[in-house]
C-alpha cells in the first residue's frame, strides 16, 4: 500500500510540472506535442522526431518505448518496483530498474534517456541535486519523469510517465483522493 501511495503521489507531482510547462524559457523543443506518434508501439526505431500531432500514444505504447530503452541500456525491471493502482493503468506507467543489478546505474539512465529523446520524446527540463539527476520529458500528451538516484548508499532509478489529457487528469485526481482516503 505504501508503493502505490508513493505512486500517486509521483503522478500528482508530475502533473504539477506538467501544469508549469512554459515558465522563463523553460520549454526546448517548442510544443509537447511535436514528435508525437504511436509508432513506438510497433518498434523502438520505428519513430523519429516527425510524426503527425494528431496521433496519439497510449499506456501500452510508452511501457514498451521505456521497456525497449531500458533494457537496451542496461536495466532489468525490478518487479518489486511501484505498482500503478488498476484505476490509472491507461493513464499512467511506471518503470523502476533494478539498479543494483546494472553494471553502471548513472551510464544506463543516459543511454535510457538518449534513446527516448531519439525516438520522439523532448527533454523539458533537468535538474540534479546532490548527486540525483531527474529530467522531465514530453511526448505526445504524456509526461515522464525519469529519476536518478543511484549516487549513494541507495540506488534507485525510476520512469514515471503520466497521460496529462483533460481525461486522464480526472482519473489520476479520483486515484489520488482515493490513495489519501485509505491512510
Known amino acids: 500500500m505504501r508503493k502505490a501511495k508513493w505512486v500517486a503521489a509521483a503522478a500528482g507531482v508530475v502533473l504539477l510540472v506538467a501544469g508549469c510547462g512554459s515558465e522563463g524559457g523553460a520549454d526546448k523543443g517548442g510544443s509537447s506535442s511535436a514528435g508525437s506518434s504511436s509508432a513506438g508501439s510497433a518498434s523502438t526505431g520505428g519513430s523519429g522526431a516527425g510524426g503527425s500531432s494528431d496521433e496519439k500514444l497510449d ?18 525491471q ?41 525516438t520522439g520524446w523532448t527533454e523539458e527540463r533537468s535538474s540534479g541535486v546532490g548527486g540525483s539527476v531527474i ?10 519523469q525519469a529519476s536518478n538516484h543511484s549516487a549513494g548508499p541507495l540506488k534507485l532509478v525510476m520512469f514515471v510517465a503520466v497521460d496529462s489529457s483533460p481525461e486522464c487528469a480526472a482519473v489520476l485526481a479520483k486515484s489520488n483522493a ?3 482516503q485509505g491512510s
Open 78 to 118: 525490478d518487479s518489486s518496483g511501484e505498482q500503478v493502482p488498476a484505476e490509472a493503468k491507461d493513464c499512467m506507467v511506471s518503470w523502476t530498474a533494478d539498479a543494483e543489478k546494472a553494471a553502471d546505474p548513472a551510464k544506463s539512465y543516459a543511454a535510457t534517456v538518449a534513446t527516448l529523446t531519439g
Open 59 to 76: 499506456a501500452a505504447a510508452v511501457t514498451k518505448e521505456l521497456t525497449d530503452a531500458a533494457t537496451e541500456a542496461g536495466f532489468t
Open 178 to 180: 482515493k490513495a489519501q
Open 135 to 144: 529530467k522531465s520529458l514530453t511526448k505526445s500528451s504524456w509526461k515522464l
